[in-house]
Protein backbone atom coordinates (compact mmCIF):
# COMPACT_ATOMS: atom_id res chain seq x y z
CA UNK A 1 0.00 0.00 0.00
CA UNK A 2 1.52 3.53 -1.19
CA UNK A 3 2.08 5.52 1.81
CA UNK A 4 -0.02 8.47 1.42
CA UNK A 5 -0.84 11.16 4.38
CA UNK A 6 -3.59 10.77 7.00
CA UNK A 7 -7.11 12.41 6.55
CA UNK A 8 -6.44 12.65 10.48
CA UNK A 9 -9.63 14.91 11.04
CA UNK A 10 -12.38 12.76 12.59
CA UNK A 11 -11.00 12.36 15.72
CA UNK A 12 -12.68 15.03 18.38
CA UNK A 13 -11.15 13.24 22.06
CA UNK A 14 -7.63 13.12 20.34
CA UNK A 15 -7.50 17.07 20.17
CA UNK A 16 -7.70 17.08 24.31
CA UNK A 17 -5.52 15.69 26.99
CA UNK A 18 -6.67 14.65 30.77
CA UNK A 19 -3.90 15.93 32.90
CA UNK A 20 -4.11 15.53 36.71
CA UNK A 21 -2.45 17.33 39.70
CA UNK A 22 -2.22 16.23 43.01
CA UNK A 23 -1.98 19.25 45.29
CA UNK A 24 1.44 18.54 47.73
CA UNK A 25 0.90 17.90 51.17
CA UNK A 26 2.51 20.73 52.58
CA UNK A 27 0.71 22.73 50.38
CA UNK A 28 -0.92 26.00 52.24
CA UNK A 29 -4.22 27.35 50.66
CA UNK A 30 -4.21 29.47 47.86
CA UNK A 31 -6.07 30.42 44.89
CA UNK A 32 -6.65 27.66 42.32
CA UNK A 33 -6.24 30.37 39.09
CA UNK A 34 -2.67 31.44 41.67
CA UNK A 35 -1.60 27.49 42.18
CA UNK A 36 -1.97 26.53 38.37
CA UNK A 37 -0.18 30.19 37.15
CA UNK A 38 2.78 28.79 38.94
CA UNK A 39 2.56 24.92 37.91
CA UNK A 40 1.63 25.35 33.89
CA UNK A 41 4.13 27.06 31.45
CA UNK A 42 3.06 29.53 28.99
CA UNK A 43 -0.53 29.67 30.26
CA UNK A 44 -2.00 33.18 31.10
CA UNK A 45 -4.23 33.59 34.07
CA UNK A 46 -7.16 34.82 31.68
CA UNK A 47 -6.99 31.44 30.47
CA UNK A 48 -6.94 29.30 33.62
CA UNK A 49 -9.86 31.67 34.55
CA UNK A 50 -11.84 31.20 31.87
CA UNK A 51 -11.22 27.46 32.14
CA UNK A 52 -12.66 27.36 35.54
CA UNK A 53 -15.56 28.95 34.83
CA UNK A 54 -16.40 26.50 31.44
CA UNK A 55 -16.22 23.95 34.02
CA UNK A 56 -13.36 22.42 32.53
CA UNK A 57 -10.38 22.45 35.01
CA UNK A 58 -12.48 20.61 38.28
CA UNK A 59 -11.38 19.72 41.61
CA UNK A 60 -11.75 16.19 43.12
CA UNK A 61 -14.47 16.55 40.32
CA UNK A 62 -16.47 19.23 41.21
CA UNK A 63 -16.03 22.30 38.83
CA UNK A 64 -15.14 25.30 41.18
CA UNK A 65 -14.87 29.36 40.92
CA UNK A 66 -11.33 31.36 39.88
CA UNK A 67 -11.09 32.60 44.08
CA UNK A 68 -11.50 28.85 44.99
CA UNK A 69 -8.63 28.10 47.73
CA UNK A 70 -7.34 24.22 47.09
CA UNK A 71 -5.97 22.68 50.10
CA UNK A 72 -3.27 19.67 50.26
CA UNK A 73 -4.38 16.60 48.71
CA UNK A 74 -6.34 17.62 46.45
CA UNK A 75 -6.94 16.41 42.76
CA UNK A 76 -7.01 19.27 40.38
CA UNK A 77 -7.74 17.71 36.68
CA UNK A 78 -7.78 19.64 33.11
CA UNK A 79 -8.79 19.28 30.17
CA UNK A 80 -6.38 20.81 27.95
CA UNK A 81 -5.52 21.04 24.39
CA UNK A 82 -2.93 18.71 22.55
CA UNK A 83 -0.69 20.27 21.21
CA UNK A 84 0.78 19.66 17.63
CA UNK A 85 4.27 19.11 16.93
CA UNK A 86 4.54 21.29 12.93
CA UNK A 87 2.79 25.00 12.76
CA UNK A 88 2.31 25.38 8.62
CA UNK A 89 1.56 29.05 7.63
CA UNK A 90 -2.08 29.41 6.79
CA UNK A 91 -3.24 31.81 3.85
CA UNK A 92 -6.67 33.43 4.05
CA UNK A 93 -9.14 32.10 1.14
CA UNK A 94 -12.43 33.17 0.22
CA UNK A 95 -13.99 30.34 0.65
CA UNK A 96 -17.97 30.01 0.69
CA UNK A 97 -18.73 28.21 4.49
CA UNK A 98 -22.55 26.76 4.22
CA UNK A 99 -23.35 28.17 8.03
CA UNK A 100 -26.53 26.60 9.58
CA UNK A 101 -26.33 28.72 12.67
CA UNK A 102 -24.46 31.89 13.88
CA UNK A 103 -24.34 33.51 16.94
CA UNK A 104 -21.25 35.45 18.84
CA UNK A 105 -20.38 32.55 20.46
CA UNK A 106 -19.93 29.64 17.82
CA UNK A 107 -20.90 28.70 14.30
CA UNK A 108 -22.60 25.23 12.90
CA UNK A 109 -21.01 24.54 9.60
CA UNK A 110 -21.97 21.99 6.94
CA UNK A 111 -18.81 21.05 5.67
CA UNK A 112 -18.91 19.25 2.34
CA UNK A 113 -17.18 16.23 1.30
CA UNK A 114 -13.55 16.40 -0.13
CA UNK A 115 -13.02 19.72 1.94
CA UNK A 116 -9.48 19.22 4.53
CA UNK A 117 -10.29 20.72 8.11
CA UNK A 118 -6.99 21.89 8.62
CA UNK A 119 -3.69 22.24 6.95
CA UNK A 120 -1.09 19.16 6.62
CA UNK A 121 1.18 17.46 4.65
CA UNK A 122 -0.12 17.72 0.86
CA UNK A 123 -2.65 20.13 2.04
CA UNK A 124 -1.67 23.75 2.66
CA UNK A 125 -4.33 25.44 0.79
CA UNK A 126 -7.79 25.07 0.26
CA UNK A 127 -9.12 23.95 3.66
CA UNK A 128 -12.07 24.93 6.04
CA UNK A 129 -9.35 26.68 8.34
CA UNK A 130 -8.16 28.60 5.40
CA UNK A 131 -11.91 29.70 4.98
CA UNK A 132 -12.32 30.30 8.73
CA UNK A 133 -9.31 32.62 8.96
CA UNK A 134 -10.26 34.63 5.60
CA UNK A 135 -14.04 34.62 6.78
CA UNK A 136 -13.75 35.59 10.26
CA UNK A 137 -10.48 37.32 11.42
CA UNK A 138 -10.44 36.49 15.30
CA UNK A 139 -11.75 33.09 15.87
CA UNK A 140 -9.79 31.71 19.37
CA UNK A 141 -6.79 29.12 19.26
CA UNK A 142 -6.84 26.49 22.27
CA UNK A 143 -3.54 27.03 24.23
CA UNK A 144 -1.09 25.25 23.37
CA UNK A 145 -1.99 24.78 19.78
CA UNK A 146 -1.15 26.72 16.42
CA UNK A 147 -3.44 29.03 14.03
CA UNK A 148 -3.92 25.65 11.69
CA UNK A 149 -6.15 24.95 14.76
CA UNK A 150 -8.03 27.81 14.91
CA UNK A 151 -11.59 27.99 15.92
CA UNK A 152 -11.41 24.25 15.99
CA UNK A 153 -12.89 21.64 18.91
CA UNK A 154 -13.53 18.64 16.91
CA UNK A 155 -12.84 17.45 12.99
CA UNK A 156 -14.46 15.13 10.59
CA UNK A 157 -12.41 13.18 7.66
CA UNK A 158 -11.50 15.22 4.53
CA UNK A 159 -14.30 12.72 2.38
CA UNK A 160 -16.84 12.47 5.00
CA UNK A 161 -19.97 15.64 4.69
CA UNK A 162 -21.51 16.63 7.57
CA UNK A 163 -22.25 19.41 10.39
CA UNK A 164 -19.50 20.98 12.38
CA UNK A 165 -19.04 23.37 15.10
CA UNK A 166 -16.91 26.06 15.07
CA UNK A 167 -15.68 28.18 18.75
CA UNK A 168 -15.63 31.92 17.78
CA UNK A 169 -14.66 32.92 21.61
CA UNK A 170 -12.25 31.22 24.30
CA UNK A 171 -14.75 30.31 26.31
CA UNK A 172 -16.78 28.49 23.90
CA UNK A 173 -13.82 26.60 22.99
CA UNK A 174 -13.13 25.84 26.31
CA UNK A 175 -16.87 24.86 27.09
CA UNK A 176 -17.62 22.63 24.47
CA UNK A 177 -13.63 20.91 24.26
CA UNK A 178 -14.94 19.89 27.73
CA UNK A 179 -18.05 18.42 26.13
CA UNK A 180 -16.44 16.62 23.75
CA UNK A 181 -14.45 15.43 26.39
CA UNK A 182 -16.61 13.92 28.66
CA UNK A 183 -18.69 12.89 25.94
CA UNK A 184 -21.74 14.54 26.34
CA UNK A 185 -22.10 15.76 22.61
CA UNK A 186 -24.97 13.72 20.55
CA UNK A 187 -23.09 12.86 17.12
CA UNK A 188 -25.23 11.20 14.60
CA UNK A 189 -23.29 9.37 11.55
CA UNK A 190 -25.19 7.91 7.98
CA UNK A 191 -22.92 4.81 6.87
CA UNK A 192 -23.87 2.75 3.82
CA UNK A 193 -22.13 -0.23 4.92
CA UNK A 194 -21.44 -3.99 3.06
CA UNK A 195 -23.46 -6.68 4.67
CA UNK A 196 -26.42 -6.54 6.36
CA UNK A 197 -25.38 -6.67 10.49
CA UNK A 198 -26.86 -10.23 12.04
CA UNK A 199 -28.72 -7.81 14.71
CA UNK A 200 -30.58 -4.58 14.39
CA UNK A 201 -28.77 -3.03 16.93
CA UNK A 202 -25.27 -2.78 18.30
CA UNK A 203 -22.72 -1.34 20.46
CA UNK A 204 -19.09 -2.02 18.93
CA UNK A 205 -16.24 -1.75 21.34
CA UNK A 206 -12.74 -1.80 20.93
CA UNK A 207 -9.54 0.45 21.21
CA UNK A 208 -8.51 2.16 18.50
CA UNK A 209 -4.90 3.09 17.37
CA UNK A 210 -2.73 3.54 14.58
CA UNK A 211 -1.60 -0.12 12.42
CA UNK A 212 1.87 -0.85 12.95
CA UNK A 213 2.08 -2.38 10.01
CA UNK A 214 0.59 0.34 7.62
CA UNK A 215 0.96 3.71 9.84
CA UNK A 216 -1.56 5.99 7.72
CA UNK A 217 -3.83 3.42 8.77
CA UNK A 218 -5.61 2.54 12.22
CA UNK A 219 -7.02 -0.36 13.73
CA UNK A 220 -8.67 -1.74 16.44
CA UNK A 221 -6.20 -3.80 19.43
CA UNK A 222 -9.47 -5.74 21.04
CA UNK A 223 -7.17 -6.80 23.53
CA UNK A 224 -7.13 -2.72 24.66
CA UNK A 225 -3.02 -3.11 24.84
CA UNK A 226 -2.62 -0.61 22.65
CA UNK A 227 -4.58 2.16 21.34
CA UNK A 228 -7.29 4.33 22.79
CA UNK A 229 -10.38 3.36 24.33
CA UNK A 230 -13.81 3.49 21.49
CA UNK A 231 -17.59 3.01 21.50
CA UNK A 232 -19.46 3.46 18.89
CA UNK A 233 -23.48 2.39 19.09
CA UNK A 234 -24.96 1.65 15.80
CA UNK A 235 -28.83 0.59 14.77
CA UNK A 236 -29.71 -1.18 10.84
CA UNK A 237 -32.39 1.45 9.22
CA UNK A 238 -32.48 -0.29 5.92
CA UNK A 239 -31.27 -3.89 4.52
CA UNK A 240 -30.52 -3.86 0.56
CA UNK A 241 -29.40 -7.51 0.29
CA UNK A 242 -25.54 -6.68 0.27
CA UNK A 243 -25.58 -3.19 2.04
CA UNK A 244 -27.10 -2.13 4.87
CA UNK A 245 -27.77 1.52 5.40
CA UNK A 246 -27.01 2.43 9.60
CA UNK A 247 -27.34 5.05 11.71
CA UNK A 248 -23.92 5.28 13.81
CA UNK A 249 -23.52 7.63 17.04
CA UNK A 250 -20.51 7.89 18.68
CA UNK A 251 -19.45 7.71 22.38
CA UNK A 252 -16.08 8.82 21.59
CA UNK A 253 -14.34 10.20 19.03
CA UNK A 254 -11.39 8.20 17.82
CA UNK A 255 -9.79 9.19 14.37
CA UNK A 256 -11.60 6.74 11.45
CA UNK A 257 -13.33 5.39 14.13
CA UNK A 258 -16.91 4.33 12.15
CA UNK A 259 -14.61 3.40 9.62
CA UNK A 260 -12.29 1.07 11.93
CA UNK A 261 -15.03 -0.03 13.72
CA UNK A 262 -17.51 -1.08 11.06
CA UNK A 263 -14.56 -2.79 9.09
CA UNK A 264 -13.83 -4.62 12.33
CA UNK A 265 -17.27 -6.08 12.28
CA UNK A 266 -16.48 -7.43 8.81
CA UNK A 267 -18.90 -4.60 7.97
CA UNK A 268 -16.53 -2.17 6.20
CA UNK A 269 -18.08 1.23 4.49
CA UNK A 270 -19.45 1.26 0.92
CA UNK A 271 -16.53 2.98 -1.22
CA UNK A 272 -13.98 3.41 1.29
CA UNK A 273 -10.87 3.04 -0.22
CA UNK A 274 -8.25 2.81 2.86
CA UNK A 275 -10.36 0.32 4.76
CA UNK A 276 -11.52 -2.12 2.24
CA UNK A 277 -14.74 -1.04 0.83
CA UNK A 278 -13.78 0.14 -2.94
CA UNK A 279 -14.19 -3.21 -4.30
CA UNK A 280 -17.26 -5.64 -4.18
CA UNK A 281 -17.48 -7.42 -0.05
CA UNK A 282 -20.83 -9.09 -0.77
CA UNK A 283 -22.82 -10.42 -3.87
CA UNK A 284 -22.99 -12.10 -6.58
CA UNK A 285 -20.58 -13.63 -9.20
CA UNK A 286 -22.59 -12.31 -12.38
CA UNK A 287 -21.18 -9.68 -14.55
CA UNK A 288 -24.36 -7.54 -14.58
CA UNK A 289 -24.19 -6.78 -10.96
CA UNK A 290 -20.39 -5.90 -10.86
CA UNK A 291 -21.10 -3.57 -13.39
CA UNK A 292 -23.99 -2.04 -11.40
CA UNK A 293 -21.66 -1.84 -8.04
CA UNK A 294 -18.88 0.10 -10.39
CA UNK A 295 -21.60 2.90 -11.56
CA UNK A 296 -22.32 3.25 -7.86
CA UNK A 297 -18.86 3.67 -7.05
CA UNK A 298 -18.99 6.17 -9.27
CA UNK A 299 -21.87 7.57 -8.31
CA UNK A 300 -19.85 7.63 -4.33
CA UNK A 301 -16.21 7.66 -4.94
CA UNK A 302 -15.60 8.35 -1.28
CA UNK A 303 -16.59 6.60 1.86
CA UNK A 304 -20.16 6.20 2.37
CA UNK A 305 -20.27 8.65 5.90
CA UNK A 306 -22.18 11.47 6.61
CA UNK A 307 -22.40 13.10 10.10
CA UNK A 308 -26.28 13.99 9.98
CA UNK A 309 -27.05 15.54 13.30
CA UNK A 310 -25.25 17.53 15.98
CA UNK A 311 -25.88 18.00 19.55
CA UNK A 312 -24.72 20.39 22.24
CA UNK A 313 -25.10 22.46 25.62
CA UNK A 314 -24.73 26.38 24.30
CA UNK A 315 -21.65 27.31 26.27
CA UNK A 316 -23.38 30.38 26.85
CA UNK A 317 -27.00 30.34 27.49
CA UNK A 318 -27.04 26.49 28.73
CA UNK A 319 -29.30 25.66 26.44
CA UNK A 320 -29.97 22.51 24.12
CA UNK A 321 -28.45 23.42 20.64
CA UNK A 322 -30.03 19.90 17.76
CA UNK A 323 -29.13 20.58 14.29
CA UNK A 324 -29.40 17.92 11.40
CA UNK A 325 -28.50 18.22 7.49
CA UNK A 326 -29.91 15.13 4.84
CA UNK A 327 -27.28 13.98 3.14
CA UNK A 328 -25.65 15.24 -0.01
CA UNK A 329 -26.03 14.37 -3.22
CA UNK A 330 -23.83 11.72 -4.01
CA UNK A 331 -24.56 9.87 -0.82
CA UNK A 332 -28.13 9.75 -2.07
CA UNK A 333 -27.41 8.47 -5.59
CA UNK A 334 -25.94 6.39 -4.09
CA UNK A 335 -28.63 4.70 -2.14
CA UNK A 336 -31.12 5.55 -4.59
CA UNK A 337 -28.83 3.30 -6.91
CA UNK A 338 -29.02 0.46 -4.31
CA UNK A 339 -32.82 0.63 -3.44
CA UNK A 340 -33.16 0.31 -7.56
CA UNK A 341 -31.21 -2.58 -7.17
CA UNK A 342 -33.41 -4.31 -4.65
CA UNK A 343 -37.09 -2.90 -6.25
CA UNK A 344 -35.78 -4.86 -9.16
CA UNK A 345 -34.49 -7.79 -7.67
CA UNK A 346 -37.54 -8.25 -5.76
CA UNK A 347 -39.75 -7.63 -8.89
CA UNK A 348 -37.41 -10.89 -10.54
CA UNK A 349 -36.03 -8.61 -13.00
CA UNK A 350 -32.50 -7.96 -11.68
CA UNK A 351 -30.41 -10.46 -10.93
Known sequence: MKEEPIDNDQSSDDLQDFQVIVVDPKQAPVRIDKFLMDRLNNVSRNRIQIGLRAGAIRVDGQEVKPNFKIKPGQQISMIVPRAVSEPYRIFPQNIPLDIIYEDDCLLVIYKPAGMVVHPGIGHFKGTLVNALIYHFRNLPVMEGNYEDRVGLVHRIDKNTSGLMVIAKSEY???????????????????????????????TIVGNVGRNPRFRQLFTVFPDGDEGKWAVTHFKVLERMYYVSLVQCNLETGRTHQIR????????????????????????????????????????????????????????????????????????????????????ERKSAKFK
Not at 180 to 202: C, Q, S, V
Open 172 to 202: AMTHLAKQFFYHTIERTYLALIWGEPKDNEG
Open 260 to 343: VHMQYIGHPLFSDDRYGGDRIVRGTVFSRYKDFVEKVFTALPRQALHAKSLGFEHPVTGQWMQFECEPPADFQQGLDMWRAYVD
